[in-house]
């Protein structure tokens, strides 16, 4: 059973950067697709960015270029750096990897952007 585990949420300045990691736990995590998520307050949860497992990108067309995801396989860990924050960008953050056509989710790190 896979286990996600996000970290590196915080309150942050408008302008500022932040980086968010995601552990992954009983997967072969070199083999499997992973993703990030947001949720902002009263909106649906949204794809941000996604990452296969050879290492190819893909990017919401919102993210305007301010976001690069990227994976450590050796540390089983899948990254988010979020350049130029702004106020819109306040959300839960979560990562996600699909095992046997199952969705499995971490509980998610929050972001604030203060303007």
């Known amino acids: 059973q896979a286990q996600l585990v996000e970290s590196g949420g915080g309150l942050v300045k408008a302008g500022g950067s932040l980086r968010l990691s995601c552990a992954a736990f009983?997967?072969?995590?070199?083999?499997?697709?992973m993703g990030w998520y947001r949720q902002a307050p009263g909106k649906q949860r949204e794809l941000v960015a996604n990452?296969?497992?050879?290492?190819?990108?893909k990017y919401a067309a919102s993210i305007k270029g301010r976001f690069t995801i990227s994976r450590d396989n050796a540390k089983s860990t899948v990254y988010l750096q979020i350049n130029s924050l702004e106020p819109e960008d306040t959300a839960v953050y979560y990562c996600?990897?699909?095992?046997?056509?199952?969705?499995?989710w971490g509980k998610g790190t929050l972001v604030i952007v203060s303007s």
């Open positions: 996600r990897t699909n095992l046997n056509n199952f969705n499995y």
């Open positions: 009983g997967i072969l995590f070199r083999f499997f697709d």
């Open positions: 990452i296969t497992s050879d290492g190819a990108t």
